[in-house]
T-cell receptor, first 115, second 113 residues
């Protein structure tokens, strides 16, 4: 149990386009989901915390208008990278906080490449 | 906010030897310390965690120790195997739970056969 999926696993897009990444908790309800960004050989940097039915809380330095987060249900959160540029190329990982277990379960990540 | 430092950044050991990775944290109020293993291109996976009311926790070949006074915690892997090779991340949380984790910079562990 406690499986988190992400879609797509890889995406290549042109500069200026928008990309949507989905994060789903497949077998449990997640009141909170987290979005991280990871550059090659670096640590996970928390971008934002997404709570079901409310606005996301963004970390300092993360542009909320560029990285749109929607947490429409207890099993789905989406991250939209708007007007993507090459510097947005990165590995984006979501995680979900499972109710009652106090553990974050990570998705498999999405590799975004902006040309 | 919390700041977590992790050392070493790379670690090579011979198969069968032990590996130790150390982390220090800045905020004495932090009370939850998980360790994650991440293989190349894959998701981080929780391997062990410890809370501030415990000084040591062990799970088979893996153990974690916590020194609240010194604000540091360590991961110990005994009898290492090639499949232990991965990047290991420590993290700390102020909330006492897996929420609001601050991650260390990671340690690339290589177990040589």
């Amino acid at each position: 149990g406690a499986v988190v999926s992400q879609h797509p696993s890889r995406v290549i897009c042109k500069s200026g386009t928008s990309v949507k990444i989905e994060c789903r908790s497949l077998d449990f309800q997640a009141t909170t989901m987290f979005w991280y960004r990871q550059f090659p050989k670096q640590s996970l940097m928390l971008m934002a915390t997404s709570n079901e039915g409310s606005k996301a809380t963004y970390e300092q330095g993360v542009e909320k208008d560029k990285f749109l987060i929607n947490h429409a249900s207890l099993t789905l959160s989406t991250l939209t990278v708007t007007s993507a540029h090459p510097e947005d190329s990165s590995f984006y990982i979501c995680s979900a906080d499972r109710r009652g277990t106090d553990t974050q379960y990570f998705g498999p990540g999405t590799r975004l490449t902006v040309l | 906010g919390e700041n977590v430092e992790q050392h070493p950044s790379t670690l090579s050991v011979q198969e069968g030897d032990s590996a130790v990775i150390k982390c220090t944290y800045s905020d004495s109020a932090s009370n939850y310390f998980p360790w994650y293993k991440q293989e190349l291109g894959k998701r981080p996976q929780l391997i062990i965690d410890i809370r501030s009311n415990v000084g040591e926790k062990k799970d088979q070949r893996i153990a974690v120790t916590l020194n609240k006074t010194a604000k540091h915690f360590s991961l110990h892997i005994t009898e290492t195997q090639p499949e232990d090779s991965a990047v290991y991340f420590c993290a700390a949380s102020l909330s006492g739970s897996a929420r609001q984790l601050t991650f260390g910079s990671g340690t690339q562990l290589t177990v040589l056969p």
